[in-house]
T-cell receptor, first 112, second 115 residues
Framework: SQKIEQNSEALNIQEGKTATLTCNYT??????LQWYRQDPGRGPVFLLL?????KEKRKERLKVTFDTTLKQSLFHITASQPADSATYLC???????????FGKGTKLSVKP | AAGVIQSPRHLIKEKRETATLKCYPI?????VYWYQQGPGQDPQFLIS???????DKGSIPDRFSAQQFSDYHSELNMSSLELGDSALYFC??????????????FGPGTRLTVL
């Protein structure tokens, strides 16, 4: 079955630097991959979706890459701010109906 | 903009009791998903409904059941509660499929504590 690994449980960086989070999957290449942000005690919030035929996607300070050869997605936050501190979850579609498998998440802390 | 509404936000129950969680999806969204998130864990898919019909089932215990009503709201019924059922329960909805690629919009969650 499909498994997702987010390599870092926690990532601490200085404000203004670029945060890079990694998501690896183990089985078949999904049609698309999604990234969500989750704050403590709150529901995940959708950030970006990248399709298998896309190499890169950008949204404001966010950038996602998707390498189906490496079975890996990278999530970048440029010019990071303390307000970016949260847990970031990588997700793949589990079934034909769109329900998701999530990675364990990476907790990002941006220090001023 | 309207968001997914869940009620109650917090629920405390005793072991072996029953709980009902409610979800009101975003208007015109046709798919509802339920997820369970234990402390420090990632969300685990339980069950989903498309146009009021069950569309997929994940790791949902037999003690749990769910349905979607004619007004599209959904309820998750949990019986014979166990201590291990204590978790955050999220409902999510998604709009009609656009080429099969859809983000999900999550509600604020219901925190269930079983004593």
């Amino acid at each position: 079955s499909q498994k997702i690994e987010q390599n870092s449980e926690a990532l601490n960086i200085q404000e203004g630097k670029t945060a890079t989070l990694t998501c690896n999957y183990t089985n078949y290449s999904p049609a698309y991959l999604q990234w969500y942000r989750q704050d403590p005690g709150r529901g995940p919030v959708f950030l970006l979706l990248i399709r298998e035929n896309e190499k890169e996607k950008r949204k404001e300070r966010l950038k996602v890459t998707f390498d189906t050869t490496l079975k890996q997605s990278l999530f970048h936050i440029t010019a990071s701010q303390p307000a970016d501190s949260a847990t970031y979850l990588c997700a793949l579609r589990r079934g034909s109906q769109g329900n998701l498998i999530f990675g364990k998440g990476t907790k990002l802390s941006v220090k001023p | 903009a309207a968001g997914v509404i869940q009620s109650p936000r917090h629920l405390i129950k005793e072991k072996r009791e029953t709980a009902t969680l409610k979800c009101y999806p975003i208007p015109r969204h046709d798919t509802v998903y339920w997820y369970q998130q234990g402390p420090g864990q990632d969300p685990q898919f339980l069950i989903s409904f498309y146009e009021k019909m069950q569309s997929d089932k994940g790791s949902i215990p037999d003690r749990f059941s769910a349905q979607q009503f004619s007004d599209y709201h959904s309820e998750l019924n949990m019986s014979s509660l166990e201590l291990g059922d204590s978790a955050l329960y999220f409902c999510a909805s998604s709009p009609p499929q656009r080429g099969g690629y859809n983000e999900q919009f999550f509600g604020p969650g219901t925190r269930l504590t079983v004593l």
